[in-house]
């Protein structure tokens, strides 16, 4: 079992029920799944960049991403229906957690100029994104080998109704929010 999973089983969950009195260990939040989006606008211009994106997308996340299309055609931005401008993974159990432990302990810590995530990111729902500027910030990726600098989107789908117990199971996870 991973080090985050084993943690959320044997602190975080006991935590969450004593504050929020729930009566079930199903009904605490939990995380369901992890998306990592990467959208490549410079795609229409150079199809090597969805390669590349591709490449260290599965670097980073250790599973294949899925190539997204245009579902239609615009005119203003050279786009085709049909023609690839992005990827994406989604990750679940033990990967998924092992993921999230990088992310919190190895990869928040190392973007420049850190001073912690925002409360505000949630979506209503308790859904919580993270948004990178880059994708250099993960070890895993040899920066000689960028082509190009590229952002990505981080969405953790957590179960649960409200963004307060999500935020405060984030919170006991380790996730190193702004203090405000």
């Given at each position: 079992?991973?080090?985050?999973?084993?943690?959320?089983?044997?602190?975080?969950?006991?935590?969450?029920?004593?504050?929020?009195?729930?009566?079930?260990?199903?009904?605490?939040?939990?995380?369901?799944?992890?998306?990592?989006?990467?959208?490549?606008?410079?795609?229409?211009?150079?199809?090597?960049?969805?390669?590349?994106?591709?490449?260290?997308?599965?670097?980073?996340?250790?599973?294949?991403?899925?190539?997204?299309?245009?579902?239609?055609?615009?005119?203003?931005?050279?786009?085709?229906?049909?023609?690839?401008?992005?990827?994406?993974?989604?990750?679940?159990?033990?990967?998924?957690?092992?993921?999230?432990?990088?992310?919190?302990?190895?990869?928040?810590?190392?973007?420049?100029?850190?001073?912690?995530?925002?409360?505000?990111?949630?979506?209503?729902?308790?859904?919580?994104?993270?948004?990178?500027?880059?994708?250099?910030?993960?070890?895993?990726?040899?920066?000689?080998?960028?082509?190009?600098?590229?952002?990505m989107d981080i969405t953790l789908?957590?179960?649960?109704?409200?963004?307060?117990?999500?935020?405060?199971?984030?919170?006991?996870?380790?996730?190193?929010?702004?203090?405000?």
């Amino acid at each position: 079992m991973t080090r985050l999973l084993e943690r959320y089983k044997q602190e975080v969950v006991p935590q969450l029920t004593r504050m929020f009195g729930h009566k079930n260990r199903l009904s605490v939040p939990r995380i369901s799944k992890i998306v990592v989006n990467m959208g490549v606008g410079r795609a229409t211009e150079n199809k090597k960049l969805i390669e590349e994106s591709t490449k260290h997308l599965t670097v980073v996340t250790a599973q294949k991403p899925l190539v997204t299309k245009a579902k239609k055609a615009i005119s203003g931005f050279k786009l085709r229906k049909g023609q690839a401008i992005g990827c994406k993974v989604t990750l679940r159990g033990k990967r998924m957690f092992e993921f999230l432990d990088r992310l919190i302990s190895i990869v928040l810590p190392r973007i420049r100029d850190f001073r912690g995530l925002s409360t505000k990111s949630f979506d209503g729902r308790g859904n919580y994104t993270i948004g990178l500027t880059e994708q250099i910030v993960f070890p895993e990726i040899n920066i000689e080998a960028v082509e190009f600098v590229q952002g990505m989107d981080i969405t953790l789908v957590i179960t649960g109704n409200s963004n307060q117990q999500s935020c405060e199971l984030l919170k006991l996870l380790g996730m190193p929010f702004k203090i405000e």
